[in-house]
């Protein structure tokens, strides 16, 4: 087999020999490859992994130091989804099942930052579909403070890990805003506080500030105090 590049045609040959009616394993085509590749000299390995870089938008994710998903993992973040699904579609949790109905929650939340650890993008999106549904159990649960922590808790966790993620944070910041200004039960009121200490960048920070403001005119009829709070937490974050 030939692949050409500019910088030449490197030759590769059956990537499945066989030996002995076996094929060759894998660490033994590994070393092939590695050999001849350490036989190269520097600049045309250099533009051979350019034009690599240049033909595989993957291979320039795991460039820039983030991992690239594989099925896997793809797996992985479509099974935590649907965990949440479960955990926001119950009819109705009393305070008896109040403990242990937060219980799983925290666990859920604990699995999502422990994939998020390896695969901070996917993570992060599987935390903001977290953010988006969980408001579906807001009516079907008995409880005085505990949910209102728990949301506390998942939006600091979104926060912190966007952080870690190009682009990320500005998005996960509105959609919280977006989610506390949506919420009639109070149970996302910590957000405005947590945006305030959140260590965003400086152009993040003014990005959400100006969507705290048109937010602020959106809400001033029906909502008079949210309209003023938004109001108050752009003059904060500027």
Request: charged share 30%; hydrophobic share 50%; proline share 4%.
């Amino acid at each position: 087999m030939e692949v050409t590049f500019p910088v030449g045609v490197v030759r590769f040959g059956p990537m499945n020999r066989k030996h002995g009616g076996r094929e060759e394993s894998e660490p033994a085509l590994r070393a092939e490859l590695r050999a001849r590749l350490e036989s190269w000299p520097r600049e045309r390995l250099l533009d051979f992994a350019v034009e690599r870089l240049l033909a595989e938008p993957e291979l320039r994710r795991v460039l820039a130091g983030q991992r690239v998903p594989i099925a896997a993992d793809a797996a992985l973040s479509q099974r935590l989804r649907r965990a949440i699904d479960e955990a926001v579609g119950v009819r109705y949790v009393d305070w008896r099942e109040l403990p242990s109905y937060i219980g799983r929650l925290e666990r859920l939340l604990g699995d999502i930052r422990s994939f998020a650890e390896g695969y901070p993008a996917e993570g992060v999106a599987v935390l903001r579909y977290f953010v988006k549904v969980l408001p579906r159990v807001f009516d079907s649960i008995a409880d005085e403070d505990e949910l209102a922590l728990f949301c506390s808790q998942l939006a600091r966790v979104a926060l912190g890990l966007a952080a870690r993620v190009a682009g990320a944070a500005r998005v996960v910041a509105e959609e919280l805003l977006a989610a506390w200004l949506a919420d009639e039960h109070g149970r996302f009121s910590e957000v405005p506080e947590l945006l305030v200490e959140a260590e965003l960048a400086a152009d993040v920070r003014r990005e959400v500030a100006a969507a705290a403001e048109a937010l602020a005119l959106q809400a001033a009829r029906k909502d008079s105090h949210k309209s003023r709070e938004l109001g108050s937490l752009a003059a904060r974050l500027r």
